[in-house]
């Protein structure tokens, strides 16, 4: 059974530019989340979605959007990135009814 | 204000003795307590969960102990092995919260072999 996918796994962009990064969950999972790791802030959480809406959302700013599409994929946005913006991104996915999230390796963000 | 604390960033231990990580916790809230586990360049791994209506959970070399009293929670390897070297995370959830985890900064563990 495939684990939680995210792509791509590092990229690197300027301040004020955005970034997409996508996420395929666990095959049969219909929860995503995402996590953002800073070495200052830990790991912290972004949002989460089921079934195309989300059902949370953390302490970020609007810059940071995501969105879960009808095979449970999804995206995650940052728009005018900063550099405080350059984090690993993590995607967690989960079986309903489950307590236990499934994470992925992360897609590392450096912004220069 | 850091609801989930860890207050040992790095623990050294001898292969094959007890490692012992705790974390504390604010929130009273909080009902299901997990740990991870990350090697670097990987994501956090699943190791074992335990609900606020349990003081203790086991599986094979791991255990969790929950004191909520204290609000404090800690996990036992026993014994240790070289291969469990790596960044360890407590994790807390309340009711209703979906997948919105509030982690512990972590504690690196390093076992000498």
């Known amino acids: 059974k495939a684990g939680v996918t995210q792509t791509p796994r590092y990229l690197i962009k300027t301040r004020g530019q955005q970034v997409t990064l996508s996420c395929s969950p666990i095959?049969?999972?219909?929860?995503v989340s995402w996590y953002q790791q800073t070495p200052g802030q830990g790991l912290q959480f972004l949002f989460e979605?089921?079934?195309?809406?989300?059902?949370n959302k953390g302490n970020f700013p609007g810059r940071f959007s995501g969105r879960q599409f009808s095979n449970s994929r999804s995206e995650m946005n940052v728009s005018t990135l900063e550099l405080g913006d350059s984090a690993l991104y993590l995607c967690?996915?989960?079986?309903?009814?489950?307590?236990?999230?499934?994470f992925g390796a992360g897609s590392r963000l450096t912004v220069l | 204000d850091q609801q989930v604390k860890q207050n040992s960033p790095s623990l050294s231990v001898q292969e094959g003795r007890i490692s012992i990580l705790n974390c504390d916790y604010t929130n009273s809230m909080f009902d299901y307590f997990l740990w991870y586990k990350k090697y670097p360049a990987e994501g956090p791994t699943f190791l074992i969960s335990i609900s606020s209506i349990k003081d203790k959970n086991e599986d094979g070399r791991f255990t969790v102990f929950l004191n909520k009293s204290a609000k404090h929670l800690s996990l036992h390897i026993v014994p240790s092995q070289p291969g469990d070297s790596a960044v360890y995370f407590c994790?807390?959830?309340?009711?209703?919260?979906?997948?919105?985890?509030?982690f512990g900064g972590g504690t690196r563990l390093m076992v000498k072999p």
């Open positions: 979605y089921f079934s195309e809406t989300q059902r």
């Open positions: 095959s049969g999972h219909r929860s």
């Open positions: 994790a807390a959830s309340a009711p209703n919260a979906g997948n919105m985890l509030t």
């Open positions: 967690a996915s989960r079986f309903s009814g489950a307590n236990v999230l499934t």
